[in-house]
């Protein structure tokens, strides 16, 4: 169990869509460009067989800002877009309304 104080550490965010793209040889992978408020992050995602990049442009997204960047096909992921649902078919949290690039999720 996480205890809320923990919890608490967790940075979520609204994020824009500003640029999506396929990740070269790669199946899975899309490389999003997403504007967080006070920077731009790229964001690597495994939702490519179920969305298409130009589908994602301009949406508004669930982002966590404050992991640690990972390295994934050559590329730097520096944060998680967050999806509900399981791995045959996610669905990308959005909020329900636009909120603006860097609204803190409380």
């Known amino acids: 169990m996480l205890n809320f104080k923990d919890f608490k550490k967790v940075d979520l965010r609204i994020g824009k869509i500003l640029e999506a793209e396929k990740v070269e040889n790669s199946d899975k992978l899309l490389k999003l460009i997403v504007d967080v408020g006070e920077e731009k992050r790229q964001i690597l995602s495994g939702i490519a067989n ?23 096909m050559g590329y730097e992921s520096e944060g998680m877009l967050l999806a509900a649902g399981d791995d045959e078919r996610p669905i990308v949290l959005v909020p ?7 609204a803190k999720i409380t």
Do not use: I, S
């Not at 329900?96 to 860097?102: C, F, K, N, S």
């Open 50 to 72: 179920f969305y298409k990049p130009e589908d994602l442009l301009g949406k508004e997204v669930v982002v966590v800002v404050n992991l640690e960047p990972r390295k994934m």
């Open 96 to 102: 329900e309304r636009e909120t603006g690039p860097g």
